[in-house]
């Protein structure tokens, strides 16, 4: 079987514009990069929303680069199959593992270090901030997008696939769980947020949820703003954004409030 060329998105070279699909490009001088390998039925689906704002300019400085496995060309005979009826019997389809298998070996040949392998489903572990630090920390990823009723378990167990989740719904696939996770991962490399601060300050980051935020104009449709945030005190506003923080986290995520509690809550001598 021949095997198609990945596609890469990250800038070979500068020009005046430049398209979100035209990011793609292979590039070994991007080696250092924070890398996203994805494995998806839908490579047009990528860079999608990462190719804009932040996450796109990013891409387009080598701060990151991102490339997409098609899992098609690595399908079964003349139609390229990549699905078979569950074992057991049931509703939909469910992806084969020597395609996927295919697929995954593919995109670890490519890599100068290996990344971890993360497969999008709803039965993962639920994405938190601490794992987009920890991965954003690392080389990169390799994101695995299923689709019909999921991955064989196989899979799975064979290349220790760590399952991560978006939450307890579900979609119809894991390329917008894929692009949720890069997108949390691209923003806390160096260099991709302008103000460091933000990144520091906003929900999670200190445990909490962050307080509310207010700008111009003061007053609007007979709202204003509260007055300790236009007194230009800023013990005072700090104090302020601490109270609304720890109050909208204890009434909202009493999980993430209790968590607090006890990493703040001297034990008693
Ligand atoms: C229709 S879903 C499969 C759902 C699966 N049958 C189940 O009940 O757990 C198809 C694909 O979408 C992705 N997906 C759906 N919901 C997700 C979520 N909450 N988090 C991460 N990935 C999700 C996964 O990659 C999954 O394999």
New binding site residues.
């Given amino acids: 079987m021949t095997i198609p060329p990945t596609k890469s998105h990250g800038r070979k070279s500068i020009q005046a514009s430049v398209k979100p699909r035209e990011l793609m490009s292979t590039d070994p001088r991007l080696a250092q990069a924070w890398q996203a390998q994805v494995i998806t039925l839908f490579p047009e689906a990528f860079p999608g929303i990462l190719g804009l704002s932040l996450t796109g300019r990013a891409l387009k400085d080598r701060l990151w680069q991102l490339s997409t496995v098609d899992l098609r060309t690595f399908g079964e005979g003349r139609h390229r199959n990549v699905d078979d009826t569950p074992a057991g019997g049931g509703a939909g389809m469910v992806l084969r593992p020597d395609v996927m298998g295919r697929a995954i070996e593919h995109a670890q040949r490519g890599q100068s270090v290996r990344t971890p392998l993360i497969?999008?489903?709803?039965?993962?572990r639920p994405m938190t901030q601490a794992m987009a630090q920890s991965l954003a920390a690392g080389p990169g990823v390799t994101l695995i997008?299923?689709?019909?009723?999921?991955?064989d378990q196989r899979v799975i167990d064979h290349y220790d696939v760590t399952e991560v989740?978006?939450?307890d719904?579900?979609?119809?696939?894991?390329e917008i769980?894929a692009q949720a996770l890069i997108d949390a991962c691209v923003r806390l490399l160096p260099g991709v947020l302008g103000n460091t601060a933000s990144a520091e300050e906003e929900s999670f980051s200190t445990g909490l949820l962050e307080h509310p935020q207010y700008t111009k104009p003061a007053l609007w449709k007979n709202h204003d703003i509260p007055d300790v945030l236009l007194s230009g005190h800023h013990a005072k506003i700090r104090e302020w954004q601490r109270v609304q923080s720890e109050d909208l986290t204890r009434d909202r995520r009493p999980d993430l409030w209790a968590e607090h509690l006890r990493h703040t809550t001297k034990p008693e001598t």
Avoid: A, Q
């Fill in positions: 497969y999008l489903s709803p039965r993962g997008c299923g689709r019909f009723e999921g991955l989740s978006m939450g719904f579900v979609l119809t696939g894991g769980p």
